[in-house]
């Protein structure tokens, strides 16, 4: 029980060359209990599944301090039917990594979160066509002009994809602001919005309710969505789009929740 929810394991593939390795599903443990519940105990809202606590896989006790996101681990425990499938499960990844992983370093977590700043996703702008730069002013424009009134980060912008090195002193602006999350859940939460967006910003514009869930989405995808307008979607990106909100909504109602 203990070791079965830690990194999201990547689907097999949907290719006609592996359709002969065994299903995913199959390789999964089955549901070996009746019931999840939160229990308090020393402080800690902890999971206990028919009485016994659930472990991650580092062996720490699976719990929060805010009783809601204890909640929602439960109900994602409760929510497996005939096997236990992390990838159902975004919260309680969320915490595994947070516990096991966050909590003994969180500066590591932090630097990296500022890195991502260092080259964020809306200082890059379209050259062209003309209606995606119009969205990119639109949308991105004021996620900047944030980041500079409210943060003091004053970023650069450039056209295309060459690197452009951000100021100093934005950086350590920035820099200052991501220190100062030190619940290792929230700092997990960030990390993770951050890499699905592929903005620093966006990630500490949703940890200080400048943008909720829906709006933080829709400014990360406006490249995605501009292309989907125009050439279509296929059934496989769809799908992995699909999953990674999954985890976004997981990260933000973490977030949200700790405040």
């Not at 359709?19 to 089955?30: A, D, F, G, I, T």
């Not at 096997?83 to 159902?88: L, Y």
């Not at 409210?150 to 912008?157: K, P």
């Given at each position: 029980?203990?070791?079965?929810?830690?990194?999201?394991?990547?689907?097999?593939?949907?290719?006609?060359t592996?359709?002969?390795?065994?299903?995913?599903?199959?390789?999964?443990?089955?549901?070996?209990?009746?019931?999840?519940?939160?229990?308090?105990?020393?402080?800690?809202?902890?999971?206990?599944?028919?009485?016994?606590p659930?472990?991650t896989p580092g062996?720490?006790?699976?719990?929060?301090?805010?009783?809601?996101?204890?909640?929602?681990?439960?109900?994602?425990?409760?929510?497996?039917?005939?096997?236990?499938?992390?990838?159902?499960?975004?919260?309680t990844?969320?915490?595994?990594?947070a516990?096991?992983?966050?909590?003994?370093?969180?500066?590591?977590?932090?630097?990296?979160?500022?890195?991502?700043?260092?080259?964020?996703?809306?200082?890059?702008?379209?050259?062209?066509?003309?209606?995606?730069?119009?969205?990119?002013?639109?949308?991105?424009?004021p996620m900047?002009?944030?980041a500079h009134?409210?943060?003091?980060?004053?970023?650069?912008?450039?056209?295309?994809?060459v690197?452009?090195?951000?100021?100093a002193?934005?950086?350590?602006?920035?820099?200052?602001?991501?220190?100062q999350?030190?619940?290792?859940?929230?700092?997990?939460?960030?990390?993770?919005?951050?890499?699905?967006?592929?903005s620093?910003?966006?990630?500490?514009?949703?940890?200080?309710?400048?943008?909720d869930l829906?709006?933080?989405?829709?400014?990360?995808?406006?490249?995605?969505?501009?292309?989907?307008?125009?050439?279509?979607?296929d059934?496989?990106a769809?799908?992995?789009?699909?999953a990674?909100?999954?985890d976004?909504?997981?990260a933000?109602?973490?977030?949200?929740?700790?405040?």
């Amino acid at each position: 029980m203990t070791d079965i929810l830690g990194e999201r394991d990547a689907n097999v593939p949907h290719t006609p060359t592996r359709v002969s390795e065994p299903s995913r599903k199959s390789q999964l443990p089955k549901r070996f209990y009746k019931d999840a519940v939160v229990v308090e105990d020393g402080g800690l809202h902890v999971v206990k599944l028919d009485g016994r606590p659930v472990k991650t896989p580092g062996k720490l006790p699976l719990g929060s301090t805010s009783l809601d996101i204890a909640e929602f681990m439960a109900s994602e425990w409760r929510d497996q039917v005939d096997v236990i499938d992390p990838m159902t499960m975004p919260v309680t990844r969320l915490t595994n990594t947070a516990i096991d992983g966050v909590a003994s370093d969180l500066q590591v977590v932090q630097e990296d979160i500022v890195r991502f700043a260092s080259s964020d996703m809306l200082c890059y702008r379209a050259g062209g066509p003309g209606g995606l730069e119009d969205l990119h002013r639109e949308f991105w424009d004021p996620m900047i002009d944030w980041a500079h009134v409210t943060l003091g980060a004053r970023f650069s912008l450039a056209q295309g994809i060459v690197f452009v090195e951000q100021p100093a002193e934005a950086m350590i602006a920035f820099n200052t602001h991501v220190g100062q999350i030190n619940d290792p859940l929230a700092l997990a939460a960030c990390h993770l919005v951050t890499t699905l967006t592929g903005s620093a910003i966006i990630a500490m514009a949703v940890y200080k309710s400048e943008i909720d869930l829906d709006e933080a989405w829709k400014i990360a995808h406006v490249d995605e969505d501009w292309n989907i307008a125009h050439w279509g979607e296929d059934d496989e990106a769809k799908e992995r789009r699909a999953a990674r909100f999954v985890d976004m909504k997981a990260a933000c109602d973490c977030i949200a929740a700790l405040r």
